[in-house]
Structure formats: C-alpha cells, structure tokens
C-alpha cells in the first residue's frame, strides 16, 4: 500500500483551508485516510457542536475525489487512531506545531515509526470565523 497519511478534521462548513490540507497531504501519501471527527467530540474539544452533522461532513470530505477512504474519528487523541489505523503520516496545520499536544503526539508516533508532517494554516478562512460571521448576521 506505500505511505498511509491521516488527515483528521472537524471539516465544518468546508473551505480552503480544509481544501487546501487534503491536498497537499494527497501529494505526500500513497493511500490517505481523511478522519471526520464525530459531532459529541467536537463538542466536547470546542463547547459547541458543528454546524454541518457528522454524516453530511463525512460525506461532503468523501465526494471530493481526494482521498482513498474516511473514517469517523472518535477521539481526540490522534495516537488513539494511530492504533486502529496504523498510518505511517499524521497530516495537521502548523498551528498544532510546537503545542503541547503536537509535541506529545510527535513523539509517541515516533516510538512506533509514524511521524506528523504540518502544513501551513490558511489564516485567511477558518470555520470558527465563518460561525462568527453567521451569527453576527442573526
């Protein structure tokens, strides 16, 4: 199968950023996995749940041609998926780079010979300013 990437996501209200990751991470695997991140641990990360439900994320992330199979991600601790997934390459934006949580998983990939690879994060669009924008509109 060559190189496995992961590229978890919440993948709400899908933009560029989001577009941008999964592209970048196709160029640098053989098979990539995208990992939908269920609705309760979104919630649970960031205190409110998506906007879009986890069914319609994950089929929105599939339609797009760009990755070989997505899966439902069921915790926030990437190692976790790590083990039911067993991926040679974790894919996140840069802004995970030198946080303890990045730092962690880097090194508990490492002992088992996956590494993270971070892309640069696109400012410009994130889904928490697109909720921002929506509920200033209400």
């Not at 999964?22 to 053989?30: M, P």
């Not at 649970?44 to 797009?64: D, F, N, Q, T």
Request: proline fraction near 4%.
């Amino acid at each position: 199968m060559g190189v496995v990437g992961y590229a978890p996501g919440v993948y709400d209200m899908f933009h560029i950023g989001h577009l941008n990751i999964l592209r970048r991470a196709r160029e640098h695997c053989d098979h990539l996995i995208a990992g939908v991140v269920e609705d309760d641990v979104v919630a649970r990360i960031k205190g409110r749940p998506p906007v879009v439900p986890h069914e319609e994320r994950m089929e929105v992330v599939r339609a797009l041609g760009l990755v070989d199979e997505v899966v439902s991600d069921w915790s926030s601790d990437k190692f976790e998926m790590w083990k039911q997934l067993r991926y040679d390459v974790l894919f996140k934006g840069d802004d995970w780079k030198g946080t303890e949580k990045g730092t962690r998983l880097e090194r508990l990939l490492g002992e088992v010979g996956a590494s993270v690879h971070y892309f640069p994060y696109t400012a410009s669009t994130s889904s928490t300013d697109l909720r921002r924008l929506l509920e200033g509109m209400g």
